[in-house]
């Protein structure tokens, strides 16, 4: 692997919007002041971004606010919105390589990828809202008395997005695709690690007819820009996405200002239970995938997983065979599976992770090392001898460290599935209808994939159970977390009023 790691040279890129993006404007931050943005191959600075803070929140939720309660936005017939969002994607379409460029560069993810699945795929997420767009619609309700009533479904307003780093374009659209299509405004804080194609994105919805203020942009911090628009007065939503820790005190700051409603998407540390009958390659295929697509940044990665024992020593064996075709390398490098980790912070609390697995007992399979010696690039790693009590089995680790566990009867394999105070997603390897069945419906998760990981479509509705989170991102779930139900009340002709 020292091979795929070395640096892939690459056109200079262009770096062409690194300010705040307000009322339709790029512009400084208020206090005047800028961060560095690093390149997780190398850990050099590649730009300079402008660092917006409490002062430019409130400008952003001011403009949002006007474009909200004056703008054209809310009040244009929904396939008027739709046509925008159409336009929006089909930009986003002229630009795939250069947003995929951004990304790789800024999140040490793989550059084909990118380019064939992240980047396509949020233009497809912009174009299935747009076809919502104008589908929103309420109830006519037959009373129990002399009045006629009726539901009008409104955008919720003015909404906070604030979004992690593993999938940069993807949260992006995820939370701002459904907000449009409601007709909500809106303040985007990405992540510190990842401003650069959010703002791009910003550009493109100008570009497109996306009127000013409807999509504000704000780089910052978490402690200060994030939080800032958390408690702000004038927000009437968060959609937050990132870890369990933060998301409770996105929380308390919603609860603590102005009530406004929060959805959470969270941390996760996601069981895959393999059946004896399982066929033992594709097993081990999915479990490698889980746990190692995009490095293990993701929030639904299938960090645990559960072998029955009948086929548990042909499933080590082959997955220790396999995890050798995933090349970490340079995310340029076309040969790559695995990139750097985001950024320093990520990859020594991995490190400290696998150190940790070490201190407690468990045996490594594969990796447990740095992968090159310059980039935050770390091998992938699996744990056997693993126990539920210990610290890999019960955190989440956010990198490429799989703990793999033995489980006898189909009801023990469920209890310990469900042994974590998360749940966001699980998979299910068999070719017993019942066994698929009985699992699905007694693991307590978001998202089930029965002989299958990751299968995402912008249909199908995603988010947590206990402390994963609630509400859900796409799908027709995602409009309405953007949407308030009002009912309207008259009497009828005859009626005593
Ligand atoms: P991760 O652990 O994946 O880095 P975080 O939960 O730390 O995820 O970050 C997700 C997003 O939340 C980022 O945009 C980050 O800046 C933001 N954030 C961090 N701290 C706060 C906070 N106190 N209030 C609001 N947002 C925050």
Known sequence: SDDATSLVEIPPPKIRFTKLFIGGEFVDSVSGRTFETIDPRTGETIARVSEGDKEDIDLAVGAARRAFDHGPWPRLPGAARAKIMHKFADLIDQHIEELATLDSLNAGKLFAWGKAIDIPSVANTLRYYAGAADKIHGEVLKMS????????????GVVGHIIPWNFPSTMFFMKV????????????????????????????????????????????????????????????????????????????????????????????????LIFDDADVEKAADLALLGILYNKGEVCVASSRVFVQEGIYDEFVKTLAVKAKDWVVGDPFNPKSRLGPQVDKNQY??????????????????????????????????????????????????????????????????????????????????????????????????????????FAFDNDCPYGGYKSSGFERDLGLEALHKYLQVKSVVTPLYNSPW
């Open 145 to 156: 008395r002399e009045l006629h009533a009726y539901t009008l479904r409104e955008p919720v």
């Open 177 to 272: 695709s459904p907000a449009l299509a409601a007709g909500c405004t809106m303040v985007v804080k990405p992540a510190e690690q990842t401003p650069l194609s959010a703002l791009f994105y910003a550009h493109l919805a100008k570009e497109a007819g996306v009127p000013d203020g409807v999509i504000n942009v704000v780089n910052g911090f978490g402690p200060t820009a994030g939080a800032a628009l958390a408690s702000h007065m004038d927000v009437d939503k968060v959609s937050f996405t990132g870890s369990t820790e933060v998301g409770r005190k996105v929380m308390q700051a919603a609860a603590t200002s102005n009530l406004k409603p929060v959805s959470l998407e969270l941390g996760g540390k996601s069981p895959l």
């Open 348 to 453: 020594e609390k991995i490190l400290a992770y696998i150190e940790h697995g070490k201190r407690e007992g468990a045996t490594l399979l594969t990796g447990g090392k740095p992968a090159a010696k310059k980039g935050y690039y770390i091998q992938p790693t699996v744990f056997t001898d693993v126990t539920e009590d210990m610290k890999i089995v019960k955190d989440e680790i956010f990198g490429p460290v799989m703990a793999l566990m033995k489980f006898t009867t189909m009801e023990e394999g469920i209890k310990a599935a469900n042994n974590t105070r998360y749940g966001l997603a699980a998979g299910i390897v068999t070719k017993s209808l019942d066994t698929a069945n009985t699992v699905a419906r007694s693991i307590r998760a978001g998202v089930i994939w029965i002989n299958c990981y």
